[in-house]
């Protein structure tokens, strides 16, 4: 799953290289929390207006991590 939100992340940004993804370990409520790092003048490019890119990677995520039988949670640092 990591490897999947990198890959959609270095598809929006023009800084590929500073695209970073750091994981939790699961928490007391069985969530694992994923934290998308990147540069700060593709931030906007990953957030999108009114936040629907960020929504479409969220949503993306949750649908791969219930396939796993897992919960996910995404942050953009």
């Known amino acids: 799953m990591k490897t999947l939100l990198l890959t959609m992340a270095k598809g929006l940004v023009e ?8 994981v ?7 969530i694992t929390v994923y934290h998308l790092h990147v540069a700060k003048s593709d931030m906007g490019r990953v957030i999108g207006k009114q936040g629907r890119i960020a929504k479409a990677i969220r ?19």
Do not use: F, H, W, Y
């Not at 949503?59 to 640092?77: F, G, L, T």
């Open 24 to 30: 939790d370990d699961v928490n007391e409520k069985g």
């Open 15 to 22: 800084n590929p290289d500073d695209v970073t993804v750091d």
């Open 59 to 77: 949503a993306v995520m949750r649908s791969v991590a219930i396939r796993n039988n897992c919960k996910v949670v995404v942050e953009i640092d």
